[in-house]
């Protein structure tokens, strides 16, 4: 089975193109963490995906540098031969499908944080940004609680 599940934040605004076909191509990469960090080794890995067609627009649409995806990917070799007749091996993370990690309110505190701009207030209501309910509403519910 090929399957891979990354999530982490991209690194920069995703590259659009389009081919000759009208099928939208989208490249972007993810910093993803390490679940073991070393002294002296990285923190996070740096992993480059395209996504193709509807999933390409939407990143074109909806992504941007610091958004928190999770991304169902398969991983392809794309191994070439260069100029110099010299065999290239490459692998690339072909996306499937894409998920928000985040709220978008969530999102933004976290470029407010890493751009030192235009930061959002973090509410004073709960963390998970679910709305309250009073205890009377549940004598409407049409269920038994």
């Not at 590259?15 to 099928?23: H, Q």
């Not at 939208?24 to 990469?29: C, E, G, V, Y």
């Not at 909806?62 to 398969?74: A, I, N, P, R, W």
Request: aromatic letters at 8%; a negative charge.
């Amino acid at each position: 089975m090929n399957l891979c599940i990354q999530i982490g934040r991209c690194t920069k605004d995703p590259d659009i193109k389009v081919a000759k076909s009208g099928t939208t191509i989208a490249d972007f990469t993810l910093a993803v963490d390490r679940k073991f960090k070393r002294e002296g080794q990285p923190d996070a890995d740096f992993l480059n995906f395209t996504a193709f067609g509807k999933t390409a627009e939407f990143i074109e649409k909806y992504c941007h540098k610091g958004t928190k995806l999770v991304v169902q990917s398969t991983l392809q070799n794309n191994n070439y031969q260069n100029r110099d007749g010299k065999t290239v091996y490459r692998n690339t993370l072909m996306v499937e499908s894409v998920e928000f990690a985040e709220s978008k309110a969530a999102s933004q505190r976290a470029n407010a944080n890493n751009n030192g701009s235009d930061a959002v207030p973090a509410s004073n209501d709960s963390k998970d940004d679910f709305m309250n309910i009073s205890g009377a509403i549940g004598e409407e519910l049409p269920f038994d609680t």
